[in-house]
């Protein structure tokens, strides 16, 4: 099976700028994950989405969205870059979470200048 | 509230030596529990996992863990490193009732000496 793509790799932006990531899944996954990795936070969990309903959401601004479609495929979005954005962001995919283990795609680097 | 602590920052160790990465865990509740490893500039991969049932889980690449749950408790251990070990580790957990949502400890830093 292939594993979990992302795409852009690279990404960079300007502040006031907005953006969009896109994960497509395992196939036969149904829950997608996204995650933000930052040096001085760590990796933290933004929301999850499945059966294209978000399940869970993290402490993150509106300015953080997402959604995901009926073939699993996710997109993720952030309106209004700040410098703070600057981050690697991971998606993960899973039969239905919990329990199951996640699957990290290698991540879309977004450098927000 | 939930949180997972991992207590070492950065671990060095020398080749063929033996390694213990700690992770302690807080949670009112069932919890599902994970060691990712991370290489420079890649994702996360899954060393292993516990679910349910013996408290001492085998994983990729020579490690292992055990689950305490009195000293709620997840520390990953391998008998003997190689450079290749070197990279990002990261404790995580996950609950029943949650669905896919992880949270991670800080990481940890394995670095392998020669």
């Known amino acids: 099976k292939a594993g979990v793509t992302q795409t852009p790799r690279y990404l960079i932006k300007t502040r006031g700028q907005q953006v969009t990531l896109s994960c497509s899944p395992i196939s036969g996954h149904r829950s997608v994950s996204w995650y933000q990795q930052t040096p001085g936070q760590g990796l933290q969990f933004l929301f999850e989405?499945?059966?294209?309903?978000?399940?869970n959401k993290g402490n993150f601004p509106g300015r953080f969205s997402g959604r995901q479609f009926s073939n699993s495929r996710s997109e993720m979005n952030v309106s209004t870059l700040e410098l703070g954005d600057s981050a690697l962001y991971l998606c993960?995919?899973?039969?239905?979470?919990?329990?199951?283990?996640?699957?990290f795609g290698p991540g879309t680097r977004l450098t927000v200048l | 509230a939930q949180s997972v602590t991992q207590l070492d920052s950065q671990v060095p160790v020398f080749e063929e030596a033996p390694v213990e990465l700690r992770c302690n865990y807080s949670?009112?509740?069932?919890?599902?529990l994970f060691w990712y490893v991370q290489y420079p500039n890649q994702g996360l991969q899954l060393l292993l996992k516990?679910?349910?049932?013996?408290?001492l889980v085998k994983g990729i690449n020579g490690f292992e863990a055990e689950f305490n749950k009195s000293q709620t408790s997840f520390h990953l251990r391998k008998p003997s490193v190689h450079i290749s070990d070197t990279a990002e580790y990261f404790c995580a957990v996950s609950f029943y009732n949650q669905g896919g949502k992880l949270i991670f400890g800080q990481g940890t830093e394995l670095s392998v000496k020669p």
């Open positions: 949670s009112s509740v069932s919890v599902y």
């Open positions: 989405y499945f059966s294209e309903t978000q399940r």
């Open positions: 993960a995919s899973g039969p239905s979470g919990g329990r199951n283990e996640q699957f």
């Open positions: 516990y679910l349910s049932g013996s408290t």
